[in-house]
């Protein structure tokens, strides 16, 4: 992506006991997300976590999930009439509190 | 980056009194890690945390770097024998500890 685009990344923090349905997540809420913000969306992007840092420790994140916009007002301007129905789609495919990082694309 | 390639973040949690050299890291960092792990490396991302998910929060994270990888072993291969010179210059950008986060491309 190039340099200056604003990139959200929506990250879901493991924990024991907690659930993540990263098919539902993948055919499901992302291509309503994308559906929703149309053309402000530029690209997403989906990882799951697979394994941590030392050798055979777990991903310190169940997944994540990363939307690239121009800028922030985009950003904004698409998200804000859709937050509602994005977040309230949350239920069905986790119980984990997403940590929600705004950034700008340097590299 | 293609489905099933292997995604290492290195994931700098902000928090008060910390420092970030995101000049020293995009120009000196992350050019030394490409130049260690070679061909091995597929792509390599960097970005700056600039806010949180509500509006004039701060960044949960000062900043991502991200490499792309064919395989965990490819990357295992690569890393291994650089980890101690590529961990010995953090200290040169940062008194962050960092987060390790290894993940499948899924989308």
Redo the contacts between chains.
């Keep these: ?1 190039k340099k200056g685009s ?2 959200v990344s929506v ?1 879901y923090p493991n924990s024991e006991g907690k659930k993540f349905d ?1 098919d539902y997540y ?1 055919h499901k809420h ?1 291509p309503m997300v994308g559906s929703l913000l149309g053309d402000a969306l530029k690209a ?10 030392a ?1 055979g420790s777990s ?3 169940a ?2 999930g990363n939307m690239y916009f121009n800028s ?1 007002e985009e950003f ?1 301007n698409a998200f804000g009439p859709n937050a509602h129905e994005i977040m309230g789609d949350l239920p069905n495919f986790t119980d984990i509190e997403p ?9």
């Excluded at 997403?44 to 840092?53: F, P, R």
């Design positions: 992506m604003i990139k990250i990263m993948c992302v997403a992007t989906v990882e799951m976590g697979i394994g941590g840092g050798p991903a310190p994140y997944g994540m922030v904004e940590i929600i990082q705004v950034s700008e694309v340097m590299i």
